[in-house]
């Protein structure tokens, strides 16, 4: 007999003879003459309840089934007669794959995030986690779904590479090629190759930076979605980007409803609000140089100090988004001199064509920029930040020959997993993080 889902006999619309199930115990309680055993096998939030009568051969054995044992049940399914539930299993064969002693890490009650990262082999079993996973491996798919109805290419950019996008120096090095190389921190200069000659194209893989940071919102390995467009203004990149951050929402509603409730009832009690915001609003589009003045006249006291040519921090995003437009919010045209040598060059030759989304309770979701097609402004560039050419040859080609406008950004995949759960630790929406002195599973 096929194993059959128990989402699928959760949604089931008629009773069934004979199915097969296979998952693990989240709780058994016994009755006379009978066993009731809640099981779950990783499908959906929900379990399934198993009747298991005493004359069922190996009954004793089943006693000992207790949370986090496997087992197979064949039975069938049936109309419950408890509250909550309207289907159980009323089983004609039990199984047990195995057995899990006493000192099992995952009882019956509510584990604090910090214990369960210290199991993070365990924690999918929870609810919470299970519910993480399920959702991220949803939205991963709705990133490739949204690029592919669009008529983008995805690229496999490589993860190592002997380039400095970012020209932070925040890279791992490693040696082996007999030459400089990194583990890679963005997959965008390879995507601009291939944007400029198969148009849109998209990356979505692991990045890597090597920066001390023990911050909640900082990892060593996380993942990127980068698009890169050809013949695409900074007003198209931002038209783009705001449409995948919608998208995402909407189907992380749609298709991930009963996790997303999970957090929104036990995480973060103003999640479907701030979701519903962003999901409706128009964002507000306003240059960098007309948010420092918003800012110097909150009237907040800010950790960090506002001037133009700073770059903003979280605490500044926030406060445009949460208490100024009380929505999402695009800026753009910020100082050259806090960016990367690949952006575009203003004409007033002080601002570069970047643009950065920033959402409520989160801060920059997304970061991007026009890209310098112009090839004697981009040697200048790198002359002027003390990059070397020969290094960047194959990138100088691409203004050489055939150039165009294009553009493209970044999305954090852990920041959109943190914005849809309302999760305030990227540590908790990584399957196993990578951080700073932490290295194990």
Not at 308 to 336: A, C, M, W
């Amino acid at each position: 007999m096929k194993r059959t889902k128990i989402i699928a006999l959760l949604n089931a619309d008629a009773p069934t003879d004979a199915v097969l199930i296979m998952g693990w115990v989240r709780t058994r309680r016994d009755a006379k003459g009978f066993s009731f055993i809640e099981l779950n096998d990783g499908s959906c939030l929900g379990n399934i309840q198993i009747i298991v009568n005493e004359s069922l051969p190996d009954y004793e054995k089943i006693k000992k089934a207790n949370t986090g044992a496997a087992l197979s049940v064949t039975g069938e399914l049936i109309a419950s007669q408890g509250a909550g539930q309207t289907w159980e299993i009323r089983a004609t064969e039990v199984k047990v794959i195995s057995l899990a002693p006493d000192d099992y890490p995952l009882q019956k009650k509510r584990h604090s995030d910090e214990f369960l990262r210290t199991i993070a082999h365990l924690r999918p079993r929870t609810n919470k986690y299970g519910a993480m996973f399920r959702i991220r491996s949803e939205l991963s798919y709705a990133v490739h779904k949204f690029f592919k109805d669009k008529g983008f290419y995805h690229i496999h950019s490589p993860i190592i590479t002997g380039s400095d996008c970012e020209g932070a120096g925040e890279m791992f090095q490693l040696d082996f090629f007999g030459d400089k190389a990194n583990l890679t921190v963005s997959g965008q200069l390879s995507a601009e190759m291939f944007a400029l000659a198969l148009g849109d194209v998209y990356t979505f893989g692991p990045t890597f930076r090597a920066e001390n940071s023990n911050t909640a919102r900082h990892a060593a390995e996380f993942w990127m979605i980068e698009p890169e467009m050809a013949f695409c203004d900074i007003s198209g990149n931002m038209d783009i980007g705001e449409e995948l951050v919608k998208y995402l929402i909407d189907y992380a509603l749609t298709n991930c409803k009963q996790d997303i409730e999970l957090f929104a009832k036990f995480v973060d009690k103003e999640l479907m609000n701030r979701l519903e915001i962003i999901r409706t609003s128009s964002f507000e589009r306003l240059p960098y140089k007309d948010a420092i003045p918003i800012l110097l006249a909150s009237g907040k006291k800010f950790d960090y100090p506002i001037a133009f040519g700073k770059d903003l921090q979280s605490e500044h995003e926030r406060y445009l988004t949460e208490e100024h437009f009380k929505k999402p919010v695009i800026l753009y045209n910020y100082p050259k001199t806090i960016k990367p040598f690949y952006m575009r060059l203003n004409d007033d030759n002080e601002t570069v064509a970047a643009m950065d989304i920033l959402v409520p309770g989160i801060g920059e979701i997304v970061g991007g920029s026009q890209r310098e097609e112009r090839l004697e402004v981009l040697q200048a560039r790198m002359k002027q930040m003390g990059m070397a050419e020969e290094s960047y040859w194959w990138y100088l080609d691409s203004r050489r020959f055939g150039t165009v406008p294009h553009s493209g950004f970044g999305m954090g995949f852990e920041r959109v997993l943190m914005l849809i759960t309302g999760a305030s630790n990227i540590r908790d929406v990584i399957p196993f993080p990578r951080t700073p002195g932490h290295i194990e599973f």
